[in-house]
């Protein structure tokens, strides 16, 4: 029997763990199915970041349901599936969203105060241990910050030190450097004070900046946390329901969590006060459904037996979707002469041993947050666009509401909300990062072995919303998860203004200067119907899955109240990326870290 059972030792799991065991008299069990692999060098080496996804034991991989406007395909959303979820095997780019964005958050939720830029910044400070730039990062790399936006270990102004190292990596390639004046956007003084929008800038990484090393959610709330005899964590075992005491008498209590151990065996913990759901939003929800909490009419076609009705779990599902362009380059070192020269490449392994340096000790960070207008030239056809989204408003919303009245509403506030700051050029729909190498659909081996130069265009305002719901009464069974991607017309023009706008930077000098021709889209791909045509048949997650579990008033199809409670359950709390109500303009890791620290407090 413990205190708090926490599902998922994932990103958030594992940080809510941390900061109720900081009170040595509450016991918590956290209960993850991966295992714990922080001594794999995939996982601690900066530059090695993308291979960790490649091991089926770090990666759920969920493949999606075939996507209508993707021609069909089934592109698969990555996740992590060890101790540490996400932060495992992600690319430890580390910028938070617009300040608008969670001062909306609170917004929809009635204006509850407490989810407010202004009320959240002290848990993002919090959760950080954040080492500042030195003189070569900031001369050579280009690294800002304002000190004001940042905590360290012991100055936070809540209790309990910064947890996760965060800071810049020793090795800058230069053409990120030609890259950042390419942009022709305002460089940011620190893409983390709240006003990314608009800007280009360095961001910080989930980096241990000391030894030049992945710092993972192990790493910042478990590592050296591991002797508490309060905190416990089992690894290797699938969390397969919530159990409920008498299931007639409302609110539902949760009394304990049923698992399977590798070998099969199926067990249980009783819970004395709360249950924590952070299995992620794709399996949070698949946990709720096999508990027999959801829409009934899904549970049972699955073969589950409906325990309460709560019809709008695992809808409001939504992601960043992520295309390239790429081009040849005739700059000396990038990300491909790793590849393509096997002696250079283990010089960079040796060399990173020795002393932490070398294109090992590089991860990606260049960003631009472009707004509408640095999107879109033609004004006319941005106000055009706009305006279709508003006459369509009332049909997407209930389109992408799965019949559910309340959730039609709450869409339509999100899409109100997300057209409103467009209208006024003060979001960014997209995020243009570069890449000092090859990012692109193709497979080595099937491209020109050559040395590349480019971006990635990062749809981080996407309109549509799909679900994900489980299709098995089988815990190991995946659920059937379709996030819908370019189900509004918006999105996909979005996204190819933005990947247009990114083969046009590779083109501008001085980043111009190292191009030499472009490899994709393509030379025959000008207009933005070949580029559209083109995305349909290669764009992928970019594996910032939210909304599942959405935090919503119930009149609007949410989830979870404003203290993360389920509705009518008295004891199961979510605290992960489900209860993001709708997409932020940012990658999520610290956003889903500032919700953890936020959960952990009792009052909240
Ligand atoms: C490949 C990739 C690249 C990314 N790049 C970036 C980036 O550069 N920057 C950034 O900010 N964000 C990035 N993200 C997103 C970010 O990492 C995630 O949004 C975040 O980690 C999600 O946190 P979470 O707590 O919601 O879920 P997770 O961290 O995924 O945790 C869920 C945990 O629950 C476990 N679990 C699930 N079901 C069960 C069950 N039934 N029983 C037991 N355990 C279970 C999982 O194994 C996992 O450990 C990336 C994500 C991926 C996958």
Same mark, same amino acid.
């Given at each position: 029997e413990y205190d708090y059972i926490v599902i998922g030792g994932g990103t958030a799991g594992l940080a809510v763990a941390n900061r109720l065991t900081e009170n040595p008299n509450v016991t918590v069990v956290v209960l993850e199915f991966g295992q714990n692999?922080?001594?794999?060098?995939?996982?601690?080496?900066?530059?090695?970041?993308?291979?960790?996804?490649?091991?089926?034991?770090?990666?759920?991989?969920?493949?999606?349901?075939?996507?209508?406007?993707?021609?069909?395909?089934?592109?698969?959303?990555?996740?992590?599936?060890?101790?540490?979820?996400?932060?495992?095997?992600?690319?430890?780019?580390?910028?938070?969203?617009?300040?608008?964005?969670?001062?909306?958050w609170g917004a929809i939720n009635n204006n509850d105060p407490n989810w407010t830029w202004d009320n959240l910044l002290p848990y993002f400070k919090k959760l950080e241990d954040f080492t500042p730039p030195n003189e070569f990062q900031t001369k050579v790399g280009g690294?800002?910050?304002?000190?004001?936006?940042?905590?360290?270990?012991?100055?936070?102004?809540?209790?309990?030190?910064?947890?996760?190292?965060?800071?810049?990596?020793?090795?800058?390639?230069?053409?990120?450097?030609l890259w950042r004046t390419a942009s022709g956007l305002k460089p940011s003084p620190d893409l983390d004070n709240g006003l990314p929008q608009g800007t280009v800038g360095v961001s910080a990484?989930? %980096?241990? #900046?000391?030894?030049?090393?992945?710092?993972?959610?192990?790493?910042?709330?478990?590592?050296? +946390? @591991? /002797?508490?005899?309060?905190?416990?964590?089992?690894?290797?075992?699938?969390?397969?329901?919530?159990?409920?005491?008498?299931?007639?008498?409302?609110p539902l209590q949760a009394v304990g969590v049923e698992y399977r151990t590798a070998s099969g065996d199926v067990k249980s913990f009783s819970v004395r006060k709360e249950v924590i759901l952070s299995a992620g939003a794709i399996g949070s929800p698949k946990v709720?459904?096999?508990?027999?909490?959801?829409?009934?009419?899904? %549970?049972? #076609?699955?073969?589950?037996?409906?325990?309460?009705?709560?019809?709008?779990?695992?809808?409001? +599902? @939504? /992601?960043?979707?992520?295309?390239?362009?790429?081009?040849f380059t005739n700059i000396s070192i990038t990300k491909d002469s790793l590849l393509l020269d096997p002696a250079f490449n283990q010089?960079?392994?040796?060399?990173?041993?020795?002393?932490?340096?070398?294109?090992?000790?590089?991860?990606?960070?260049?960003?631009?947050?472009?707004?509408?207008?640095?999107?879109?030239?033609?004004?006319?056809?941005?106000?055009?666009?706009?305006?279709?989204?508003?006459?369509n408003l009332s049909h997407f919303a209930e389109?992408?509401?799965?019949?559910?009245?309340?959730?039609?509403?709450?869409?339509?506030?999100?899409?109100?909300?997300t057209l409103t700051?467009?209208?006024?050029?003060?979001?960014?729909?997209?995020e243009i990062n570069y890449e000092p190498g090859y990012s692109g659909p193709t497979p080595a081996g099937t491209r020109p072995a050559r040395k590349y130069t480019a971006i990635n265009a990062v749809l981080l305002g996407p309109l549509s919303r799909g679900r994900t719901h489980i299709a098995s009464s089988d815990p190991s069974q995946p659920p059937a998860v379709n996030p819908a991607y370019y189900s509004h017309p918006l999105d996909v023009l979005t996204h190819v203004k933005g990947i247009q706008l990114g083969r046009k930077m590779l083109r501008t000098p001085p980043l111009g200067n190292i191009f030499e021709a472009e490899f994709e889209p393509g030379a025959d791909k000008k207009t933005d119907?070949?580029?559209?045509?083109?995305?349909?048949?290669?764009?992928?997650s970019d594996n910032h899955v939210i909304g599942s579990l959405a935090m919503m008033p119930q009149d609007l199809g949410g989830v979870v109240d404003t203290r993360l409670r389920v509705y009518g359950i008295r004891n199961v709390r979510v605290v992960d990326a489900s209860i993001i109500p709708f997409p932020i303009s940012a990658h999520l890791e610290s956003s889903v870290y500032m919700i953890a620290e936020r959960a952990s407090l009792s009052s909240c």
């Open positions: 692999v922080e001594d794999f060098p995939e996982v601690f080496i900066p530059g090695m970041i993308g291979a960790g996804r490649a091991f089926t034991e770090l990666n759920w991989a969920y493949q999606t349901v075939p996507q209508p406007a993707l021609q069909s395909r089934q592109p698969v959303i990555n996740a992590g599936k060890a101790l540490g979820g996400g932060t495992i095997i992600n690319s430890m780019i580390f910028p938070r969203a617009e300040r608008a964005q969670y001062d909306s690294a800002r910050f304002q000190p004001q936006f940042h905590g360290t270990n012991t100055n936070t102004s809540l209790p309990g030190g910064g947890r996760v190292k965060i800071g810049f990596p020793n090795f800058f390639f230069p053409q990120s450097t990484n989930s %980096l241990d #900046a000391k030894n030049n090393t992945r710092c993972s959610s192990v790493c910042g709330y478990y590592t050296s +946390f @591991a /002797d508490r005899k309060n905190f416990v964590v089992l690894t290797g075992v699938l969390v397969t329901r919530i159990l409920w005491s008498n299931s007639t008498i409302s709720l459904e096999l508990s027999g909490v959801g829409n009934a009419t899904i %549970l049972r #076609a699955a073969g589950v037996e409906p325990v309460f009705e709560l019809p709008t779990v695992g809808e409001n +599902f @939504a /992601d960043h979707v992520h295309s390239w362009a790429n081009g010089s960079q392994v040796d060399q990173w041993f020795h002393n932490r340096t070398g294109l090992y000790a590089a991860a990606p960070r260049s960003l631009s947050l472009v707004n509408p207008s640095n999107l879109f030239s033609n004004k006319q056809q941005l106000s055009d666009a706009l305006n279709g989204a508003r006459r389109l992408f509401s799965n019949g559910n009245k309340n959730l039609a509403k709450g869409i339509e506030w999100q899409h109100n909300f700051t467009w209208a006024q050029d003060s979001s960014a729909p997209v119907a070949d580029v559209e045509q083109w995305a349909r048949q290669v764009v992928q």
